[in-house]
Each structure stands twice: as C-alpha cells, then as structure tokens.
C-alpha cells in the first residue's frame, strides 16, 4: 500500500492546475492576444485593438486591406480575427515579440509590432491565420517551414528582394511548389504536406 502517493499526486494536480496557467501567462506573453485590455490595448472594434487610440484609422485601413487582399489572392478568412497593432515597443514586449516584427497565435489573434504597419506585414499574419483555419493549428505545426513561412513571403506579395535567407529559399520553394499544384488544388496537396 502507498497510502503517501494519493496526496502528493493530488498535490501535483493541484500545483499543475494553478501553477501552469499562471505560468502560461507570464512565459508566453503572446496568450495575451486574448485578454488585450489587461496590458493597455484598446479594442475600438470587435477586430481591431490599438494601444494608441490616434492610430485606429490607420489599423483599421491596414485591417480590411490584408483582409481583402487574402480573400481576393487566395481565400476568405472564416470570421474577422482580432489583430493588435502595437505602436510602442513596450506595448510589443507585452506580448513577448521580441526580435520579430509581428507574430500571429493559431487562429486567437495577431500582434504586429511598431515596424510592421505595413499591408505586406499585416497580409503575412492574416494568411497565417488563415492556414490555421483551413488546415487545423496542431496539423500546421507539422508542416514544413517552406510552406508556412514561404507561403507567407510569397503569397502576402512582400515587396522585398531579396528576402534575408533562409525566407528567400522558403518562398522560392513554395513558389515552384505553387506554379505545379495551382489554386484548384491548393489545401487538398497543402493538407498532404
Ligand atoms: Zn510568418
């Protein structure tokens, strides 16, 4: 009989269970996306949140260009995901960007950070979105970075050439992968990745 084991895995239980969502939101500052408010973002519609009121017209028009865009270029996106759009640094660092200029959470929500208020920045992150939507969160961990990453470069029509490697050679791959599968097939071949 190991009568000391049933409160110690209950006590483990317990530590896990407060512990860990706790920790989730210190470590990964990005679960923020979910909870804006708390970290001085404003949400001035149901989709797009600012920590400097002035710019909403500007986040707002840089929104509903990627959104279009990614719905005319490749598909529309189910819903209209919340999109952050950070102005200051200490609004990014509050949810952990660090060295990236934007960063997108499966299918909660995307922060774009002070140097990325940019439509080919922003069209980047709603089409990670979208691969989200369309081929599950988990599934696209999975999926090789030339399809994910290069996807993105490509498809957001990011304007600059050469990208720094290694982006240049992921949306090269994904390009000549693109010009064999074409539109009609796209996410039955992309699900098969
Ligand atoms: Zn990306």
Not at 57 to 62: F, H, I, K, W
Not at 72 to 93: K, Q, W, Y
Not at 135 to 145: E, Q
Request: proline share 7%; glycine share 8%; hydrophobic share 50%.
């Amino acid at each position: 009989m190991h009568l000391g084991s049933r409160p110690s895995i209950r006590r483990i239980a317990l530590l896990l269970f407060l512990v860990v969502p706790a920790a989730a939101w210190v470590i990964v500052k990005p679960v923020r996306v979910v909870a804006p408010t708390l970290v001085g973002v404003t949400c001035l519609s149901a989709s797009v949140c600012v920590d400097d009121p002035s710019a909403f017209g500007t986040a707002e028009q840089l929104y509903a260009e990627a959104l279009a865009f990614v719905a005319a270029e490749i598909a529309p996106l189910a819903g209209t995901p919340r999109v952050i759009f950070c102005s200051s640094s200490a609004c990014a660092d509050s949810f952990g960007l660090g060295a990236r200029s934007a960063v997108t959470i499966g299918t909660i929500g995307t922060v774009i950070g002070p140097k990325a208020w940019k439509p080919h920045y922003v069209r980047h992150e709603l089409i990670h979105q979208l691969q989200g939507q369309r081929l599950g969160v988990i599934a696209l961990l999975f999926k090789p970075s030339w399809f994910v990453e290069g996807m993105a470069y490509s498809l957001s029509q990011d304007p600059r050439q050469p990208l720094n490697e290694p982006w240049e050679d992921l949306r090269r791959r994904f390009a000549s992968w693109y010009q064999v599968v074409g539109k009609a097939n796209f996410w039955r071949e992309a699900g098969m990745l």
